[in-house]
């Protein structure tokens, strides 16, 4: 999907992960998208949701496709670049399918509640089944849809279990408002992100957090 | 697509030398209260009823006013014939475009080669200091004249960057869009440096005559094309030189073992430097230059950049050029810095170029599509009418 086809034809299909991040936002937020990427989102969310959005993206190429469409983001790296944001600056601030892929986890979700007023985080499980099945019986590093990268090339160097990441959200002392399991494709799951099954079920978890 | 049934763009604008006297005197940032105060400027396209799709374009120090329509001297195009016009990112047939020859300068404007009322004669050194809050007070009181309360956007390069940044700073209520390329906040002690360069090669001419050059019937062209030729190597990289010239020698097949221009570059600044005496004043280069220098958005504020832009309603766009070592993207990156920090809404882009400061003069599509896209969206937003799609007609 192509950016400008959501800024001009009114029926917008996002890709469902996407979708499923839109639909945590109420109209009318100021919203910090970190890791925008050309933008897709953003795009979504200023046109049908009337944010005040931003975005901020390591790759300068995605960057100019982006602002080439009248998006208002920025060239910058998320551990150390939301540090110049002000405290409470958005209402909204959404990592998706990024945070394993920081060098200081922990970190960005301290800077991501400090900026935003909630954070909407999601990433992919390791404590799937099949993630399990993999290192258990195929003695290997885990190759899954969900984490398609071979163990030497891929970005995700802090990879953790939807209970690593409750547990951090505790010792952090974040408030979980809402967590969802989800499919492969970002579709909800029957169950929630904090209930038992989600851990070995859930392929990936999307959660709404928030500082009391 | 056969050529003939091409659309036809429409033709560039003409040239219409407008120019407006200010009906009270301008007090200046030194204290000082010049009067009268004369701007040259060029229009393109139609102010719409609701006046809101004004651009300014502001420009760089050896520019002026002809953004999009023949120069009157060198009789070359437009320096951004590239960017407006019909049909281009700053589309005449939707913006209403202004440009004015800054204050100081030489295309018109009040500066020091016009006459003092006082004297009868050229300003000459007896002109005052102006800054670049200077020029932005008389481009505001332009506005006033043609009924522009407030500006759609305003751009423009170098030291077009920094006119729009004073003025997104100094008149938020006035800007709906800044887009400031190729930029600083403030002059850095080396853009200052190669300025005193310039300076001093000027003064150093005999023919400069303490600046009463114009009195005495004389030009210091060597001084001043000295000055270019310094000015031209820092708008340059260092790999578009060695692209454009390398070694090659000018003309000949050996060296000739004295000085005479024996490499291409050298033929070629020579005659980058004796051209610019044709078209610029050598006080107003003193003047200009100077006024760059004063440039400090972060001192003005307690030395804190983002104070300048506390609360501001202003949709920002910075854009560098990766190989601009003038302005380093890393300048840009500062202002979207102080941007951030009071959370103002801002786009920024370094476009990948080879070819130094003088990019966002040339042929870059990418940093053209980044504007483009900058402008379409932000008109969009403003409730200005889109681009009209150019096509053949089915």
């Known amino acids: 999907m192509n950016v400008s086809e959501t800024i001009k034809s009114p029926p917008p299909r996002i890709r469902v992960d996407l979708q499923q991040v839109a639909d945590l936002v109420p109209p009318g937020s100021r919203v910090l998208d970190v890791g925008c990427g050309d933008g897709t989102l953003l795009a979504y969310l200023t046109r049908f949701k009337q944010v005040d959005g931003r975005g901020l993206e390591l790759s300068m190429a995605k960057v100019r496709a982006a602002v080439s469409h009248g998006l208002p983001v920025i060239q910058g790296n998320l551990e150390t670049d939301l540090k110049d944001y002000p405290a409470g600056a958005f209402d909204y601030v959404i990592l998706s399918q990024t945070l394993q892929a920081t060098l200081n986890p922990r970190n ?39 984490l398609s990268d071979a163990w030497f090339e891929t970005p995700n160097i802090h990879l953790c279990t939807v209970s690593d990441f409750i547990d951090l959200c505790r010792l952090m002392k974040v408030q979980i408002e809402a967590g969802f399991a989800l499919d492969t494709h970002g579709q909800r799951l029957g169950f929630a992100a904090t209930d038992r099954r989600a851990n070995l079920f859930s392929e990936q978890a999307l959660f709404v957090l928030t500082r009391p | ?76 195009p437009g320096w951004w014939g590239d960017l407006v016009g019909p049909g281009k990112a700053i589309d005449t047939e939707r913006f209403f475009v202004v440009c004015a020859n800054v204050l100081g300068g030489c295309m018109g404007s009040t500066g020091p080669k016009e006459i003092s009322p006082a004297t009868g004669k050229p300003w000459g050194l007896q002109f005052p200091v102006i800054t670049i809050r200077d020029m932005v007070q008389a481009q505001a009181k332009l506005l006033d004249y043609l009924g522009v309360d407030k500006l759609f956007c305003v751009t423009g390069g170098s030291m077009g960057a920094m006119q729009v940044l004073e003025w997104a700073t100094r008149y938020p209520e006035r800007v709906f869009t800044a887009v400031p390329i190729a930029g600083s906040y403030r002059h850095s002690a080396q853009n200052i440096a190669f300025h005193e360069v310039g300076r001093q090669a000027i003064m150093a001419d005999p023919d400069w005559s303490h600046g009463n050059y114009l009195a005495e019937n004389k030009i210091p062209k060597r001084g001043l094309a000295v000055a270019r030729m310094a000015a031209h190597i820092t708008y340059l990289s260092e790999t578009a030189l060695h692209q454009k010239f390398g070694r090659r020698l000018q003309d000949r097949e050996t060296l000739t073992y004295g000085f005479d221009a024996d490499f291409q570059v050298e033929s070629y600044l020579r005659h980058q430097g004796y051209t610019f005496v044709d078209r610029f004043d050598a006080n107003s280069y003193l003047y200009i230059t100077r006024a760059m220098d004063y440039f400090d958005l972060a001192q003005e504020n307690d030395g804190i950049l983002s104070n300048a832009f506390k609360g501001t309603p202003v949709r920002y766009c910075l854009i560098s050029f990766s190989s601009d070592w003038l302005f380093p993207t890393e300048e840009s990156r500062a202002i979207v810095r ?57």
């Open chain 1, 108 to 146: 960005v979700m301290e800077e991501l509640l400090r900026v935003g007023k909630r954070a909407i985080v999601s990433f992919p499980n390791f404590g799937h089944w099949r993630v399990r099945v993999s290192v258990m019986f195929g003695g290997r590093m885990p190759v899954t849809p969900m």
């Open chain 2, 1 to 76: 697509m056969a050529p003939d049934i091409a659309p036809q763009p429409a033709p560039a604008p003409a040239a219409q030398d407008l120019k407006l006297t200010l009906q009270s005197p301008l007090v200046l940032q030194s204290g000082v209260t010049l009067s009268p105060v004369t701007l040259a400027y060029q229009t393109y396209g139609t102010l719409n009823a609701a006046r809101s799709n004004c651009v300014l374009i502001c420009h760089a120090l050896t520019m002026d006013q002809y953004v999009a329509s023949q120069h009157p001297i060198t009789g070359k």
């Open chain 2, 338 to 394: 102080a941007l951030n920090a009071v959370a103002a809404n801002v786009s920024f882009v370094e476009v990948k170029s080879d070819k130094g400061h003088d990019a966002f003069l040339l042929d870059e599509p990418e940093f053209h599509q980044t504007l483009q896209g900058f402008i379409d969206g932000s008109a969009e937003i403003c409730g200005l009418p889109p681009r009209q799609v150019r096509g053949p007609k089915s």
